[in-house]
């Protein structure tokens, strides 16, 4: 039986007062009575957090499982027990500067030696960096005497490519060009590990001092630049005898604990605090295409690898038999893996939920967010503040005339937005009085109580030029419909996405699909584990 300890997973903040002879269905009762909860995290979940190995370890988990408070929380810890070490916590998405800092490090660390952090020696680092942005690729860069590229650098030698790619081409070259790499770390963290190349991994282990201290985090369904899940082996390859550089215990015969403790170099986190049950099942059946009329496109192909995800297999199996006679297979999320208060039965103000899930669809982009310009105002107008809502996109032609159209309509309406990632603060992402336009690689690791997420259609449409796949902009449309903490507003042109999303909200709270198998898939998201972790996830 897993335990629950009170600890805190969003930002502490005081409960927003509600005005007196506001409505009991008044959306501010929701927000109110969750911002006056504490936040809750299992025991299991806390061990994770201050157990730390002499040695690299994974975390794959689900959006709003926690991954993040984690490693946020293990990093302060370690920096108050070494304060001599040198740290980096390197992630991906630049509008999380702030957040991870002040928000998440800071105050844990405060919390433990009532100090603030010393910065010098733990490094907050986005993955790439920029002259105005520390980063991890330009500090090693500099340490060697190389000069650091940016994106203009790689167009100019290679033409136009999407970020990601950039960055795969940087970290490349700079492998190549370090021998030795210079160590400059005792202990690293990669968050939001799924978008970064394998090259990068390999740099990061190389800076380090022994015992090779490299923790990283992913979430497959999340990988908008790459679809390469970071497998150990195929990221660090094997030593002369043929054992993994790398060795997480995932293969046969391997110990998946560190010798004479009990802390595992590889974690699963299944249980989602920040996203309800029903955003994060439907996601799910649109990021894997469970519905989809010509099949699946990736997903898990075993009972054992739906438990790590959360989920019981309640009926149906993955056999070729199953497949061939288009067998059904229904799952569903145990109680014990769905903590959002909203998903208890005992939430007090759950008369003023109304609907998480909202679908939409026009005939134009401009019809589109005029209809979400009239909405925000009804949303103010009930009791929303402007910095309550994130308005999204999947990525697709003419970004940025959409969002200078988008600001512009809602600037008609009297209400302020700004475009985040634009000046003076390309960090910021929250601003007081004002409506947040994301970007999707803006908005993914942020959140807010209410998203709309607009150019859905962009799901089945990927853009040749990006050299994408469909696989690309469901992960897009996975990371839309997660960054919502309670409700989320689905809005696009006519596609066949939308039957997808109305299938799945209203098989709530199952999910129905046909049996698949790994040669049915274009990715396959199964991982190879050892027989005694199958046993441990199924007992």
């Not at 697709?396 to 969002?403: A, F, R, T």
Request: aromatic letters at 10%; hydrophobic letters at 40%; charged letters at 25%.
């Amino acid at each position: 039986m897993t335990h629950q300890t009170t600890v805190e997973i969003l930002p502490v903040t005081l409960p927003r007062e509600i005005p007196e002879g506001t409505a009991t269905n008044s959306p501010i009762r929701v927000i109110q009575n969750l911002e006056s909860r504490v936040k809750v995290l299992d025991e299991e979940q806390q061990k994770i957090a201050f157990e730390y190995p002499e040695g690299p370890q994974r975390l794959r988990g689900l959006a709003g499982t926690g991954k993040t408070v984690l490693f946020a929380k293990r990093a302060a810890k370690i920096h108050a027990e070494h304060p001599d070490w040198n740290i980096a916590f390197v992630f991906f998405t630049r509008s999380l500067y702030q957040q991870i800092i002040e928000e998440r490090i800071g105050r844990y660390y405060q919390e433990l030696t009532d100090r603030a952090p010393n910065w010098d020696k733990l490094k907050v680092l986005h993955a790439w960096g920029a002259k105005d942005q520390p980063g991890f690729y330009r500090t090693l860069a500099i340490a060697a005497g190389i000069k650091p590229k940016n994106v203009k650098d790689v167009e100019q030698e290679i033409g136009k490519v999407s970020p990601a790619q950039a960055f795969e081409y940087v970290c490349n070259g700079l492998e190549r060009q370090l021998v030795p790499v210079p160590c400059l770390y005792d202990a690293v963290f990669i968050d939001e590990g799924q978008d970064l190349p394998f090259a990068f991994y390999r740099l990061a282990r190389n800076t380090l001092m022994a015992p090779k201290r490299l923790y990283w985090a992913y979430d497959e369904a999340q990988g908008m630049g790459s679809l390469t899940v970071p497998e150990p082996v195929q990221v660090f390859g094997r030593e002369a005898d043929g054992s993994p550089v790398v060795d997480l215990g995932l293969g046969r015969n391997h110990s998946f604990f560190y010798e004479g403790t009990t802390i595992r170099k590889s974690e699963n986190l299944n249980r989602c605090y920040r996203t309800p049950q029903l955003l994060l099942m439907v996601a799910q059946a649109v990021n894997m295409g469970l519905l989809r009329a010509e099949g699946p496109l990736q997903g898990v192909s075993n009972q054992a690898e739906w438990r790590k995800l959360g989920y019981e297999v309640l009926e149906g199996d993955f056999t070729e038999a199953s497949v061939q006679a288009g067998q059904q297979v229904t799952i569903a999320r145990p109680a014990d893996k769905n903590l959002h208060p909203i998903d208890q039965e005992n939430f007090e103000a759950r008369e003023a939920i109304a609907e998480l899930l909202s679908l939409q669809t026009f005939v134009t982009e401009a019809e589109e967010q005029e209809w979400i310009a009239q909405q925000i105002v009804n949303d103010l107008r009930h009791g929303l503040q402007p910095s309550d809502i994130l308005i999204t996109a999947l990525v697709g032609e003419n970004e940025k005339q959409y969002w200078q159209s988008f600001q512009a309509k809602l600037t008609a309406y009297d209400v302020k937005g700004f475009v985040a990632g634009g000046e003076p603060n390309r960090n910021e992402f929250v601003r007081p009085g004002q409506v947040t336009l994301a970007n999707i690689h803006r908005a993914k690791g942020n959140e807010a109580w209410k998203v709309y997420a607009c150019r859905f259609h962009c799901a089945t449409r990927p853009l040749a030029w990006k050299q994408e796949s469909e696989l690309h902009k469901r992960n897009e449309a996975f990371v839309a419909l997660t960054r919502s903490r309670v409700w989320c507003v689905v809005t696009g042109l006519d596609d066949p996405i939308f039957e997808e999303l109305r299938q799945a909200k209203a098989q709530y709270p199952q999910l129905k699909f046909p049996a698949f198998n790994k040669a049915s898939l274009r990715r396959v998201n199964d991982e190879q584990s050892s027989e005694a972790e199958l046993e441990l996830v199924a007992g």
